[in-house]
């Protein structure tokens, strides 16, 4: 897994490095000494996971967790026991209190591993039956409840999908091939290389876009447009 440590205080920075090389199960991406330097970062790279102090400049490693629509696992680094709750509320995995042994260290990295594992598991799960009206979907690292139906349509952006609902999107990190396996296959059918769409939400189709309501569409592909047509258009 892909690492960063954000910590402005070069010991705790050393320290960090060392146990992070130490265990091995970690690679060290990066080193940053405030949270901002790191934003950019993390919207470019592949990162699993971030040693997070909280104490910053510029802004702290709170407010900085806030800011990330979709964060990595964290693990909060930091000298002061105050903020415990407030790393439960963001779903921190964990809460190394300075100084903290290298045993402490492994376990805290120990639990982002099962985490991981586990997300993993119910990711890969079986199909959703058709029956089934509501589905639990990740986000960032918690699970956000929608209601099948009302997905209009759901779009690849690169390494992730956004589940469209009314009013609402909800950004995952699973891929449209996920979703084309896991929905029911009658309801939910693709029209393009980016995109699913719910036929019971279609009002329209004129040329090669499918309308959901006047100020919402997307594109029919062109490879996909005649099975479309043969399977739905009588």
Known sequence: MNCIIIEDQPPAQRILKKYITDMGTL????????AVKAIEY??????????????????SGIEFLKSL?????VIFTTAFPDYALQGYEL????????PFSFERFVSAVSKVLDRE??????AEGSPIPATQKELFIKTG????????DEIFYIRSDMDYTEIIVENKKYLTSETLRHWSEKLDSEQFYRVHKSY????????RIMGNQVYFSKEISVPIGRTYKDDFMNKYVK
């Open 27 to 34: 690679q060290l991406k990066g080193t940053f000494s405030d």
């Open 91 to 98: 779903n921190v995995v964990d809460y190394l209190l300075k």
């Open 117 to 122: 594992r586990k997300e993993k598991t119910m």
């Open 69 to 73: 629509t979709s964060p990595p696992y």
């Open 42 to 59: 993390i919207k470019q790279e592949e990162i699993g996971l971030i040693f997070l102090d909280i104490h910053l400049p510029k802004i």
């Open 141 to 148: 690292h918690s699970y956000e409840k929608i209601v099948i």
């Open 196 to 203: 699913i769409v719910n036929i019971a939400k279609v009002k």
